[in-house]
């Protein structure tokens, strides 16, 4: 199974700041990778897809870039409700992976 | 409004069964493929199962292969696991999700995942 790996596991940052997080998979996935956050007790919600495609309704200031085995999600300027834990996930083949998650707090 | 609600998540001893479902709504629930989705307490996520929009296509984590079986209804917009000879380490967590696409082959990932049912494998 491809193996995705996440850093930071977790990241304490202040409401303005611009924030990336990194996904690396263990083989090449083309940009068949996927971005997810999550709030405690909360089901994931979809943030980006093929990489850097944002899903509708998701704000502006999330992006994703990458391809191949490196990939980022940035958020350009944090805002309250961004705190969360973040996971990107693999869809290039089966079984689906996902990395093992970056909590993001506040400083 | 897309809505998927899980259900049937228990307290359960170890080599014993369980059945999830997932009532859908809000979509049109058979053209798209199905998943689920477990996550252990305070662990990150695994993929489980996936089952294509006509049921002819399903795949399981060698973690389940054989003991879990993804099966649906789509008269009555519904998805389900049956989870037989059931282990510890099967307590999480479980998601259903809602694929971006019909065919398990065509690779997409999740736009909607329903809040999650609780299983708890001890005795």
């Known amino acids: 199974a491809i193996q995705l790996t996440q850093s930071p596991s977790s990241l304490s940052a202040s409401v303005g700041d611009r924030v990336t997080i990194t996904c690396r998979a263990s083989?090449?996935?083309?940009?068949?990778l996927a971005w997810y956050q999550q709030k405690p007790g909360k089901a994931p919600k979809l943030l980006i897809y093929h990489a850097s495609s944002l899903e509708s309704g998701v704000p502006s200031r999330f992006s994703g870039s990458g391809s191949g085995t490196d990939f980022t999600l940035t958020i350009s300027s944090l805002q309250p409700e961004d705190f969360a834990t973040y996971f990107c996930q693999q869809f290039n083949g089966y079984p689906y992976t996902f990395g093992q998650g970056t909590k993001l707090e506040i400083k | 409004e897309v809505q998927l609600e899980e259900s049937g998540g228990n307290l359960v001893q170890p080599g014993r069964s369980l059945r999830l479902s997932c009532a859908a709504s809000g979509f049109t629930f058979d053209d798209y493929a199905m998943h689920w989705v477990r996550q252990a307490p305070g662990e990150g996520l695994e993929w489980v199962s996936g089952i294509s929009w006509n049921s002819d296509n399903t795949d399981y984590a060698d973690s389940v292969q054989g003991r879990f079986s993804i099966s649906r209804d789509n008269a009555s917009n519904s998805l389900y696991l049956q989870m037989n000879s059931l282990r510890p380490e099967d307590t999480a967590f479980y998601y259903c999700?809602?694929?971006?696409?019909?065919?398990?082959?065509?690779?997409?990932?999740?736009?909607?995942w329903g809040q999650g049912t609780l299983v708890t494998v001890s005795s």
């Open positions: 999700a809602k694929d971006m696409s019909r065919f398990l082959e065509w690779l997409s990932p999740f736009d909607y």
């Open positions: 083989q090449g996935i083309s940009s068949a």
